[in-house]
């Protein structure tokens, strides 16, 4: 059990990029020495021990980050995280970069703008299906210009 979830932890970190992006921008991580994770977080990420020193700092923050939250989720957290995974290993690569730039754009975001997407996402999250699908539907119909004019709202 413990090596599907490492397997899984290290392949969500270690591909999509996004996944667990940091809190501070990436040039200002400090290296992170192995012997400063916890064992259940050396024992998840076991796969970079051997390569652990020569790893960036910032990748090695982001492992490290990481394999605290995997630890801390819930198991229908872990199965969520593990589906995305999947959704995001389907997907093709210009595809992917897509959603990266989506998400550095939103990570350069003012915190109360990142907050308002978050709450408006999380209401519509709460519509009924047939809701959302009307949304979406109603939000393909519109032109990129009539999309940035609602989006800056």
Do not use: V
């Not at 076991?46 to 700092?57: S, V, Y």
């Not at 754009?105 to 308002?116: T, V």
């Amino acid at each position: 059990m413990i090596k599907a979830c490492a397997l899984t932890l290290t392949l969500c970190l270690g591909c999509t990029g996004i996944a667990l992006a940091q809190d501070s921008p990436a040039a200002d991580a400090a290296p992170r020495a192995w012997q400063s994770l916890a064992p259940e977080q050396q024992q998840l990420l076991n796969k970079f021990k051997d390569k652990w020193a020569g790893l960036p700092p910032q990748r090695q923050q982001a492992l490290a980050k990481g394999s605290e939250r995997w630890l801390h989720m819930s198991e229908e957290e872990r199965a969520g995280a593990k589906q995305r995974f999947g959704q995001w290993r389907q997907m093709p690569p210009e595809q992917r970069q897509q959603l990266r730039e989506r998400w550095q754009r939103f990570r350069s975001l003012p915190p109360e703008r990142q907050a308002r997407i978050r709450e408006s996402y999380q209401r519509f999250k709460s519509l009924p299906p047939e809701r959302r699908k009307e949304l979406r539907q109603k939000w393909r119909s519109l032109t990129p210009e009539q999309r940035r004019a609602r989006f800056r709202h």
